[in-house]
């Protein structure tokens, strides 16, 4: 059989992402509320109706559909075609970046799959699910040592610092402060990320996560005082801190190796 061209690869790259993100829509919605992903079948959320299969191929049926039901003629959100289209482009990426790479390819398409899911589910309901946190760092580790003992033993190291060091750091700020920190589920999706991101990657994301939500609570309060409404005192604002955590693990993820290895050159 020939071998496909490179275009054709990356076609198919975009389909299997495509279909994942038609997936995470579904563990976006149910898990959360500890439903079933595999039953019942795609239902519309406002009627109920079941959606037949030509009424679920990712992107093209919500463009198909004019964005509503066929059924019950009710909007279909936005956001269904917008993590079908992120989902297959972050698989994309990743198959650029993990070329050669089989093993970490398949790790990685994973990684990115959980973050997508982290991301909307902490947006929507301010936790993340233990049930994906013990599936990222089940998938993480054999693939992480599949390809090599080094990379095994650095994905080990990394779930250790993600959950053990902010652990501690956790506990001493709620000692000192008695307010809470980093949610349980924050500690956890950092053991969870810790077989992707290394002891490196770990530090990395945590620091850009925190000044990101820093800059983004910030402006949101000065944004809700200049429109006249009462906002909590800045160090008391409660955001979603997921999204921050799953939106720098992408990017370390992506590109943080390269970007940051001159600076680890040793001297």
């Given at each position: 059989m020939p071998a496909l061209n490179e275009p054709g690869v990356a076609f198919l790259v975009l389909v299997l992402g495509a279909i994942v993100g038609s997936f995470l829509n579904v563990v976006i919605h149910r898990v959360p509320l500890k439903q079933s992903v595999v039953r019942p079948g795609s239902r519309c959320p406002s009627c109920a109706a079941p959606i037949r299969w030509w009424q679920n191929v990712p992107i093209l049926s919500f463009v198909l559909l004019r964005g509503r039901c066929s059924a019950c003629r009710a909007r279909i959100s936005w956001r269904y075609p917008l993590v079908e289209a992120a989902t297959a482009l972050l698989f994309l990426l990743v198959w650029q970046a993990r070329e050669g790479a089989p093993w970490l390819l398949l790790r990685d398409w994973g990684f990115v799959a959980f973050l997508v899911a982290v991301f909307f589910i902490d947006l929507d309901h301010r936790i993340i699910p233990n049930r994906l946190n013990v599936f990222a760092f089940a998938w993480g580790v054999p693939f992480s040592f599949l390809q090599g003992q080094e990379e095994g033993?650095?994905?080990?190291?990394?779930?250790?610092?993600?959950?053990?060091?902010?652990?501690?750091?956790?506990?001493?700020?709620?000692?000192?402060?008695?307010?809470?920190?980093?949610?349980?589920?924050?500690?956890?999706?950092?053991?969870?990320?810790?077989?992707?991101?290394?002891?490196?990657?770990?530090?990395?994301?945590?620091?850009?996560?925190?000044?990101?939500?820093?800059?983004?609570?910030?402006?949101?309060?000065?944004?809700?005082?200049?429109?006249?409404?009462?906002?909590?005192?800045?160090?008391?604002?409660?955001?979603?801190?997921?999204?921050?955590?799953?939106?720098?693990s992408i990017v370390y993820s992506l590109f943080g190796s390269d970007l940051w290895r001159p600076f680890m050159t040793p001297i």
């Amino acid at each position: 059989m020939p071998a496909l061209n490179e275009p054709g690869v990356a076609f198919l790259v975009l389909v299997l992402g495509a279909i994942v993100g038609s997936f995470l829509n579904v563990v976006i919605h149910r898990v959360p509320l500890k439903q079933s992903v595999v039953r019942p079948g795609s239902r519309c959320p406002s009627c109920a109706a079941p959606i037949r299969w030509w009424q679920n191929v990712p992107i093209l049926s919500f463009v198909l559909l004019r964005g509503r039901c066929s059924a019950c003629r009710a909007r279909i959100s936005w956001r269904y075609p917008l993590v079908e289209a992120a989902t297959a482009l972050l698989f994309l990426l990743v198959w650029q970046a993990r070329e050669g790479a089989p093993w970490l390819l398949l790790r990685d398409w994973g990684f990115v799959a959980f973050l997508v899911a982290v991301f909307f589910i902490d947006l929507d309901h301010r936790i993340i699910p233990n049930r994906l946190n013990v599936f990222a760092f089940a998938w993480g580790v054999p693939f992480s040592f599949l390809q090599g003992q080094e990379e095994g033993l650095s994905a080990l190291a990394g779930a250790a610092v993600g959950f053990g060091v902010f652990f501690g750091f956790a506990w001493i700020y709620q000692f000192t402060t008695g307010r809470a920190g980093l949610g349980g589920g924050d500690i956890k999706f950092l053991g969870a990320a810790g077989p992707y991101l290394g002891v490196a990657g770990i530090f990395w994301v945590i620091l850009v996560a925190s000044v990101a939500g820093s800059l983004v609570g910030i402006g949101y309060a000065l944004l809700s005082r200049r429109a006249g409404k009462r906002s909590a005192p800045l160090m008391r604002l409660a955001l979603p801190f997921g999204p921050f955590l799953a939106a720098a693990s992408i990017v370390y993820s992506l590109f943080g190796s390269d970007l940051w290895r001159p600076f680890m050159t040793p001297i």
